[in-house]
């Protein structure tokens, strides 16, 4: 799993507000779930119908989840935690330690090769303030809501 996948999960749980198997990506093909239903061929007076109609599944009927409130469950979280001190609202290392995930120097080169960083990976306040933003966009694009103050 990539390490913007690990941060997704760790925040949206295992499918994500746009569900399915994916993570919630937007560009991948949809799930049996979020499939168009087929419609039947239309009856007409001479076709009987059928003696046992079967329920539809209630993953097609369900209706789509909200979009997840991103501050609040990250709030949520330290608040489990016994409010830790970290300052995970500004900071990509202490977002990443707030889930558990392993904050080190080369996962977060690797982040940012994910999403798409180009200046230099030498674990600069640059780099670090340019992460923990794009991760923040990343997750409002993946169908979270996240507050302005953790975008800019």
Not at 6 to 35: C, E, M, V, Y
Not at 89 to 118: F, P
């Amino acid at each position: 799993m990539s390490i913007f996948g690990a941060i997704k999960k760790a925040i949206f749980g295992d499918h994500g507000p746009l569900g399915g198997q994916f993570g919630g990506r937007k560009d991948a093909p949809a799930t049996p779930a979020q499939a168009p239903m087929q419609s039947a061929p239309h009856s007409t007076a001479t076709q009987a119908a059928p003696a046992t109609a079967q329920p539809a599944p209630a993953a097609q009927t369900a209706p789509a989840q909200a979009p997840v409130d991103v501050e609040q469950v990250l709030a949520g979280i330290a608040q489990k935690k016994g409010n830790p001190d970290l300052n995970w609202r500004s900071s990509i290392v202490d977002l990443m330690k707030l889930l558990d995930l392993d904050s080190s120097l080369a996962n977060r080169k690797e982040l940012a090769h994910e999403l798409g960083y180009t200046g230099t990976t030498d674990g600069s306040a640059e780099m670090n303030i340019w992460l923990h933003k794009a991760v923040m966009r990343e997750l409002e694009k993946n169908g979270g809501t996240v507050p302005a103050a953790l975008k800019d």
